[in-house]
């Protein structure tokens, strides 16, 4: 019998490639280290009849009981705190890798998995500016500082993994078509949103809410990529020559790797340098405002230029065909 067949029912096994977004979006650190082991955790989960969303929700656990860990100042704590992160992000994988097996997408899925990220750090933060007013002698001094960085910084860490995830999405949509990204449409979303009612959908409705404001974030940062979707929906509809395709995902492929820096493992990284090495949490706090704050608004003047080129290409083709 085939080895990838399952034993009872005769059922294939979902390949460790059919469990990945795409070659062009995948961090080199992801397929070495976390998606082997989501891999692992999504087998046993579709074994189990464990949800993707029940892998989401255990991973927001994991990833606050880390942030408790950060609060001491003892380094056997934090290193627990490191594995705990570390496994919260390798659930954090496996509910992906889960959904793309299985095909159980959901918009509450996107939408859970975005904020237990968000979950994660709000708990890590906290502890930092605990861990600094009590550690610190500075901080110890002016409490109030080390919280208005730590909400300065939070905001931008939303806006850098809210464009990193939508920009990842947008290069999908040109690698994989619909079926194979999660980029939406404002317009679409507010349109879902009226259909609803607060009285007999209130729970879904309330996510949508965000869901759309959170996509209307996104949507104004970005004009020319917007006027790009609007030039080619109103020349193509649905059907973009593949070509166009091919040509936007060789330009834009460059710029995943600033995505993948803005994502998870970088960050991690910084994190638990300045735990661990140099014993200074705030220095994270420092690193999100300055590196990762350079990266993103690199990655999204590089991301405009490109969308703006390519709307420069196809308006000079419709003026040439009106010009016959």
């Not at 029940?54 to 704590?77: E, H, K, P, Q, R």
């Not at 995830?165 to 679409?188: C, M, N, P, V």
């Not at 979303?189 to 949508?208: A, C, G, V």
């Not at 405002?289 to 990266?295: A, F, G, M, R, S």
Request: proline share 2%.
């Amino acid at each position: 019998m085939n080895k990838d067949n399952n034993t009872s029912t005769g059922e294939k096994r979902p390949s460790y490639k059919d469990s990945l977004k795409s070659m062009d979006t995948e961090e080199t650190f992801d397929l070495i280290f976390y998606r082997p082991i989501g891999y692992g955790w999504a087998l046993l989960a579709k074994k189990l009849g464990i949800t993707p969303n029940a892998i989401t929700i255990a991973s927001i656990f994991l990833g606050v009981a880390a942030g408790v860990a950060f609060y001491y100042d003892n380094i056997w704590i934090n290193i627990a705190g490191v594995i705990l992160l570390v496994w919260a992000d390798s659930f954090d994988s496996a509910d992906g890798q889960l959904a793309r097996m299985t095909k159980q997408y959901s918009r509450l899925g996107r939408i859970l998995d975005g904020l237990s990220g968000d979950i994660w750090f709000a708990a890590i933060y906290i502890a930092i500016c605990l861990r600094e007013n009590v550690t610190s002698e500075f901080f110890s001094a002016h409490h109030w500082v080390i919280w208005v960085v730590a909400v300065v910084t939070g905001v931008c860490h939303a806006t850098q993994a809210a464009m990193a995830d939508y920009y990842r999405q947008f290069h999908l949509f040109f690698l994989k078509g619909k079926e194979g990204s999660e980029l939406d449409t404002a317009s679409q979303l507010w349109e879902k949103f009226h259909q609803l009612s607060w009285k007999r959908n209130f729970w879904q409705k309330l996510t949508l809410a965000f869901y759309t404001n959170y996509t209307v974030g996104q949507e104004k940062r970005t004009p020319w990529m917007q006027r790009l979707r609007r030039t080619l929906a109103a020349k193509y509809g649905n059907d973009i020559p593949q070509s166009f395709r091919d040509s936007f995902r060789a330009a834009s492929k460059p710029l995943m790797k600033y995505t993948n820096i803005l994502s998870f493992n970088t960050r991690t990284f910084a994190l638990f340098a300045s735990i661990l090495i140099f014993q200074m949490p705030w220095l994270y706090f420092a690193f999100e405002l300055t590196v990762l704050n350079i990266v993103l608004i690199y990655m999204m003047m590089r991301h405009e230029k490109i969308c703006k080129g390519f709307v420069a290409q196809l308006e000079g083709s419709f003026r040439k065909q009106e010009s016959f």
